[in-house]
């Protein structure tokens, strides 16, 4: 084949991380360490930690001490949210989490990727959004540039490939509609006066 990959030529200069290396390479530690071995309740502190290095943390959010963020400082997460063991929020780019959202265990959202088609390999970024009240089941794949509507609902073990509209429950691989998930406008005008 004339077309070949070639990862010698592979370089990340025109990306930005954000922080310095230093700053990188403290958060890595910090995350492995105080972060990762803190006792299950202590919500407040991970929370704190994350804010530290930049993180924008809404109140009462839940975050287990087994979640992961490569970069922290590009991670937004609303007010009473919820977010499960082994979560994966891979920040290349900005990820933001909603109000009284859940992202469940294992889900890993991926805001970088790779130019298939350039010898070089190039990184591609894009954000990810999470509307207020949705939720992210176990074990989903979220792909760069998807926005999860308000109140939908991703199935466990899906693959969202494309941004899913509000309202709605999506499952499979990639993930598709299944069924609304407030059917009457009132039970959906109902559940966004609850939560504020």
Same mark, same amino acid.
């Given at each position: 084949?004339?077309? *070949?990959?070639? %990862?010698?030529?592979?370089?990340?200069?025109?990306?930005?991380?954000?922080?310095?290396?230093a700053?990188?390479? %403290?958060?890595?530690?910090?995350?492995?360490?105080? &972060?990762? &071995? /803190?006792? #299950?309740p202590?919500?407040?502190?991970?929370?704190? %930690?994350?804010? $530290?290095?930049?993180?924008? !943390?809404?109140?009462?959010?839940?975050?287990r001490?087994?979640?992961?963020?490569?970069?922290?400082?590009?991670? =937004?997460?609303?007010?009473?949210?919820?977010?499960?063991?082994?979560?994966? &929020?891979?920040?290349?780019? #900005?990820?933001?989490?909603g109000?009284? $959202? !859940?992202?469940?265990? *294992?889900?890993?959202? $991926? +805001?970088? @990727? #790779?130019?298939?088609y350039? !010898? =070089?390999?190039?990184? %591609? @970024?894009?954000? !990810? =959004?999470?509307?207020?009240?949705?939720?992210?089941a /176990?074990?989903?794949f979220?792909?760069?540039?998807v +926005?999860?509507?308000?109140?939908?609902?991703?199935?466990?073990? /899906? @693959?969202? +490939?494309? /941004?899913?509209?509000?309202?709605?429950? #999506?499952?499979g691989?990639?993930?598709? &509609?299944?069924?609304? *998930?407030?059917?009457?406008?009132?039970?959906?005008?109902?559940?966004?006066?609850?939560?504020?």
């Amino acid at each position: 084949m004339r077309n *070949r990959i070639r %990862l010698d030529l592979y370089n990340q200069s025109g990306y930005s991380r954000g922080r310095s290396g230093a700053i990188v390479l %403290l958060w890595w530690l910090v995350q492995g360490s105080l &972060f990762r &071995f /803190s006792l #299950h309740p202590m919500y407040k502190w991970r929370n704190f %930690l994350l804010r $530290c290095f930049g993180a924008q !943390i809404g109140q009462n959010v839940q975050i287990r001490a087994s979640a992961k963020f490569t970069y922290p400082w590009k991670v =937004k997460i609303g007010n009473y949210s919820w977010i499960g063991d082994q979560v994966e &929020f891979y920040s290349l780019d #900005h990820i933001e989490v909603g109000e009284h $959202c !859940i992202v469940s265990q *294992r889900s890993y959202l $991926c +805001t970088g @990727t #790779h130019d298939i088609y350039d !010898i =070089k390999f190039s990184l %591609l @970024t894009k954000p !990810i =959004k999470i509307e207020d009240g949705a939720w992210v089941a /176990s074990d989903v794949f979220v792909y760069p540039g998807v +926005t999860i509507g308000e109140m939908a609902v991703i199935a466990a073990r /899906s @693959t969202v +490939t494309k /941004s899913i509209p509000a309202n709605e429950i #999506h499952a499979g691989a990639p993930a598709q &509609f299944m069924k609304i *998930r407030f059917e009457s406008a009132d039970e959906l005008i109902y559940m966004r006066e609850v939560m504020g």
